[in-house]
């Protein structure tokens, strides 16, 4: 057993030679820091967007909101203010305050956690310059060295000088001056002590502290700095007590001027890059990335021209519009508003809007896979359903126009007839339409009533864009996005979009099906007992698009696709005002028919591609039976085979009525068909 002599001799040498080892780390590291020479000051701060070609789109925080003030032209209590609560032994340690370290580390290692934070002036400084906001050793050691490089280099001043003028101080704001600027609309050098105060607390947390965000924060923060001022000498207890009493007096909380192509589109790609990378968008305003997008300049310049000259540059009528390749789920052109710089609020992405009309497909998929066709027939005429808690519900059709004889799915889609998806989604069971609009993608609580098959619910447009896309691609799962590569300031690729071949969600066979129903709101040949709903704008196309609209006393939609481009519009108020005019209501119509032609104006004609196990029959539209010669009009539709019509139409001429074809369409089981035809005439 060892001596207790021996045992005290044994630990003061293996204490000894941590401590040697430490001052030698410590050596090495002033000497690597030496060697290494003085960093750089300049910083590569902003992040630079760039178009899918390669061009750049916008940077953020540009010139126009940074200034550079010396040190010398800086108010002392705008320095003070800065370095009582952020460092106020800057001038007497050598980059580290190794007692507020200590205390820091002792809480990491009793949390086992990296949260707390000791950093002085020059190590934030440091981190501004050259590092992320990462918390990991390896950082932590970086941010070290490059601290030492500081103070080993440059003077407090111009430490302190570039500190103050890089810093980020919430909404596009960089360095003290355009701080100012920002908040007070006024030069540095005229802010009053607390004015000095309040900035000096935001860049802790630029979103949190910020009195355009919270003012009670702001305030709570404002007046901790006061004190520290206070008791670090700076200021008496009258100053305190003045300014903690001023009442400010803010600038307009306006956003800055977005002077770069596709504002809303740049906003969502800030939200995309800050989820990807898990940090904070000031973070990435401010990391010197270079953030590779989905945009297509062209197609983002075609989409505001054309909002531009059909809804002019007056009024109060909204616009959420988004572009979208549907292979990919790529975003091409977004627009989110009229206006950027009276509102940010992006009616494309956030706006949760009732669909209306639009939503129907979701509905006639189901219907598709639960025996129907687009033969189906279905009584349109004024219909009074009684409901299971005993109300009655009876749903009307535009305008008050009906057939007041059965009609086929096709012409109810083609001419958006209200009665007949009632009854479909009643005969299905309203749970199927809340399940195969899931299968969509369509996001949030949907109301499992007999008015969702109207589009009772409220979707965003990029929401509705994505599942129509998925039509689009032939029922694959659809990723939106619209970032494709991240690269950080070191040229290191931090992300990389991976899209390719998707996970199969709907039927192929069925999506096809729909599809090609969703062309007849184009085609004439489908003019029933009124016109097709895309009559207003059929002159217009010149290639086969796919789609539907969607109408709400307070909105208006148009979304439609072909097999290389998915647009969805959407327009209204954003006090969910009635749109009185006529002609606001053929704004979407208007806009997605003009910016579809001219986005596919150099690009060659696609078909959606068959299925197989899918046959294209010539079908009178008005008995959803074969056409014949003698019928005056004919629509070639599809059906999964087995499940076309058999007899011939005889409307036009009796003597050919009933015929059967005898192709391999028959269905196997006609007894099984005539029965769930025969229950849906019974009950509707």
């Known amino acids: 057993m060892f001596s207790k002599h021996t045992t005290i001799k044994k630990l003061s040498i293996l204490l000894g030679g941590f401590f040697l080892l430490g001052i030698s780390l410590m050596i090495g590291v002033y000497i690597v820091s030496f060697l290494l020479g003085p960093p750089s000051l300049s910083s590569e701060e902003n992040t630079i967007y760039y178009s899918h070609a390669g061009d750049v789109i916008g940077e953020e925080s540009g010139v126009e909101q940074r200034y550079w003030l010396d040190l010398d032209d800086m108010p002392e209590h705008v320095i003070n203010a800065t370095l009582s609560i952020e460092d106020a032994n800057f001038y007497k340690h050598h980059g580290f305050d190794l007692k507020r370290i200590a205390g820091a580390a002792w809480a990491d290692i009793k949390s086992l956690s990296l949260k707390e934070g000791a950093s002085t002036l020059t190590q934030q400084y440091a981190r501004n310059l050259y590092l992320t906001r990462e918390k990991s050793w390896t950082r932590k050691l970086k941010e070290a060295f490059y601290t030492i490089r500081l103070e080993m280099f440059y003077s407090k001043t111009d430490i302190l000088e570039g500190y103050l003028n890089t810093i980020y101080y919430g909404h596009g704001a960089y360095g003290i001056e355009a701080a100012s600027k920002r908040y007070f609309d006024k030069s540095a050098d005229d802010l009053t002590l607390a004015e000095a105060a309040m900035l000096a607390g935001i860049p802790k947390g630029p979103s949190y502290y910020s009195p355009f965000n919270d003012m009670e924060k702001a305030k709570q923060r404002q007046s901790k700095i006061l004190k520290a001022m206070q008791d670090n000498g700076f200021i008496n207890e009258k100053a305190y007590q003045s300014s903690h009493e001023e009442a400010l007096t803010f600038a307009d909380n306006e956003p800055i001027q977005a002077t770069s192509l596709a504002p809303y589109f740049q906003d969502n790609v800030l939200k995309e890059a800050s989820d990807i990378l898990d940090v904070s968008r000031e973070d990435i305003r401010s990391g010197g990335y270079h953030i590779y997008t989905t945009l297509d300049k062209d197609l983002q310049k075609q989409l505001q021209k054309d909002v531009e000259t059909i809804m002019g540059t007056d009024g109060d009528l909204e616009i959420g519009a988004i572009a979208m390749e549907p292979d990919t789920g790529a975003v091409q052109a977004l627009i989110g508003g009229r206006d950027y710089d009276t509102s940010p609020f992006n009616r494309a992405t956030q706006a949760k809007r009732m669909v209306g009309s639009a939503f129907k497909p979701f509905l006639y998929y189901a219907a598709l896979n639960n025996g129907y066709t687009a033969s189906t027939q279905l009584l349109s005429a004024p219909t009074t359903f009684q409901l299971k808690n005993g109300q009655a519900y009876s749903p009307t059709n535009f305008n008050g126009y009906y057939a007041n004889e059965p ?55 990029s929401n509705m864009t994505k599942a129509y896309s998925m039509l689009a691609n032939g029922g694959h799962k659809v990723h939106a996005h619209t970032i494709e590569k991240i690269v950080d300031r070191n040229g290191k690729v931090v992300f990389q979009n991976e899209s390719g071949t998707t996970e199969q969600i709907l039927d192929p066979r069925t999506t096809f099906i729909l599809t090609d129903l969703m062309t007849g709101m184009f085609d004439h040949t489908m003019d029933g007992y009124m016109s097709v709903t895309g009559a207003p704008i059929s002159d217009q196309l010149t290639r086969n698009y796919a789609g539907k609209s969607g109408t709400t006393d307070s909105d208006s939609w148009m979304i439609g696709y072909s097999p290389q481009l998915a647009t969805g519009i959407w327009t209204g108020y954003d006090d969910n005002r009635s749109i009185e005019k006529v002609k606001e209501r053929t704004y979407a119509k208007k806009i997605w028919a003009t910016f579809m032609e ?3 104006k150099d690009t060659p004609l696609k078909g959606f591609q068959v299925p197989s196990g899918v046959k294209g029959i010539p079908i009178d539209p008005e008995t959803g039976k074969r056409a014949t010669p003698d019928c005056p009009k004919s629509r070639v539709m599809y059906f999964e085979k087995g499940t076309a019509p058999i007899s011939f139409c005889g409307e036009h001429n009796p003597d050919k009525s009933g015929n059967e074809n005898n192709d391999d369409d028959v269905p196997v089981n006609r007894e099984k068909k005539g029965l769930f035809r025969r229950i849906i005439e019974k009950f509707f």
């Open 407 to 461: 009609i086929t799915l096709a012409t109810a889609l083609a001419l958006s007839d209200n009665v007949y998806a009632v009854k479909t989604n009643m005969s299905l069971g309203t749970g199927k339409l809340v399940h195969a609009a899931k299968q969509f993608g369509i996001a949030g609580e949907l109301p499992n009533v007999p008015s969702l098959a109207l589009g009772s619910a409220s979707v965003t447009v």
């Open 598 to 600: 001219q986005a596919h």
